[in-house]
């Protein structure tokens, strides 16, 4: 599967981006599709996630302002930042995540799109 994002760039504070991330490769469909995110010096982080079935789940940071969706059809997962702070900047990674019959995790990661938060 590869995984290639797009949407990042600078915003001010109580703006909104639309990242999207478009994927290759078969049974789409079933992979859970997730944004992450690194800010400078942290760990990488959940931001959201979808599965297949159009569940969703959010980090608390990020619940409330941040939409996750996805289109299997067009085989595209999209995160639109709502009310976007400061401390959102960070790069995000589109994810594509699921277990193997045989109990082993898969995952592809794509190379990341910047975000900047700042006045």
């Known amino acids: 599967v590869e995984l290639v994002e797009s949407g990042g760039g600078l915003v001010q504070p109580g703006g909104s981006l639309r990242l999207s991330c478009a994927a290759s490769?078969?049974?789409?469909?079933?992979?859970?599709m997730g944004w992450y995110r690194q800010a400078p010096g942290k760990q990488r982080e959940l931001a959201a996630r979808?599965?297949?079935?159009?569940?969703?789940d959010y980090a608390d940071s990020v619940k409330d302002r941040f939409i996750i969706s996805r289109d299997n059809n067009k085989r595209s997962v999209s995160l639109q930042m709502n009310d976007l702070k400061p401390e959102d900047t960070a790069v995000y990674y589109c994810?594509?995540?699921?277990?193997?019959?045989?109990?082993?995790?898969?995952?592809?990661w794509g190379r990341g799109t910047p975000v900047t938060v700042s006045s």
């Open positions: 979808i599965t297949s079935d159009g569940a969703t």
């Open positions: 994810n594509a995540h699921r277990v193997t019959n045989t109990g082993t995790p898969v995952d592809f």
């Open positions: 490769g078969s049974t789409y469909s079933v992979w859970i």
